[in-house]
């Protein structure tokens, strides 16, 4: 069954800063692999999805993400944090169907 | 295009009392999936229908919960009764198809349930 770690529950950064917020996954085969974010009382809005292809992927709100097989890892970054990118980032995989299991979220504060 | 409605917003009850939440998916979105978000976890897989029919609710607590998509539209997850541990929000998503692995699943704003 496939899994998913994110080492970090919350990351600090200033306004202006670059984010990298860190995903590992378990999974035997080539993963579908996603990036979430909720913001409170929201639900969950999709960043960005990896299936295949290029690995560095662009996903809106200007993150992107790079898949690294060699390291079981699915990175999502931001050159330039906002102070309105304050949220819970969930990444996610499916396996051969379409379930997503997700990681248990990392809480992003954002200083000004 | 109208997202994922959900209903109530907010639910607060006793234990051992039953709740039912309400999901309406996007229109024409042919899955739908029902996650419980306990604090502080991810989101975890109730249950997934695929038009009227279920797909998977392995990890669906059958002697407390049911679920139904009648008519594969909307749909209703009921408790009963309500244990402590239950307290959660309750998130319904829809996706186009459900069956390609990559379909992206559209989330509502979800319930959350307080058992007291």
């Known amino acids: 069954a496939q899994s998913v770690t994110q080492p970090d529950i919350h990351i600090t950064v200033s306004e202006g800063a670059s984010l990298e917020l860190r995903c590992n996954y378990s999974y035997g085969a080539t993963p579908y692999l996603f990036w979430y974010v909720q913001s409170p009382g929201q639900g969950l809005q999709l960043l960005l999805k990896?299936?295949?292809?290029?690995?560095l992927v662009q996903g809106i709100k200007g993150f992107e993400a790079e898949f690294k097989r060699s390291q079981s890892s699915f990175n999502l970054r931001k050159p330039s944090v906002h102070w309105s990118d304050a949220a819970e980032y969930f990444c996610a995989v499916t396996g051969t169907a379409s379930k997503l299991t997700f990681g248990t979220g990392t809480r992003l504060q954002v200083t000004l | 295009e109208a997202g994922v409605a959900q209903s109530p917003r907010y639910k607060i009850i006793e234990k051992r009392q039953s709740v039912a939440f309400w999901c309406n998916p996007i229109?024409?979105?042919?899955?739908l999936y029902w996650y419980q978000q306990i604090l502080g976890q991810g989101p975890k897989l109730l249950i997934q229908f695929q038009n009227n029919g279920v797909v998977d609710d392995s990890q669906l607590p059958k002697d407390r919960f049911s679920a139904e998509r009648l008519k594969g539209v909307d749909s209703t997850l009921k408790i009963q009764p309500a244990k402590l541990e239950d307290s959660a929000v309750y998130l319904c998503a829809s996706s186009p198809n459900g069956q390609p692995r990559g379909d992206t699943q559209y989330f509502g704003p979800g319930t959350r349930l307080t058992v007291l």
């Open positions: 990896y299936f295949s292809g290029d690995t």
């Open positions: 229109s024409g979105h042919a899955t």
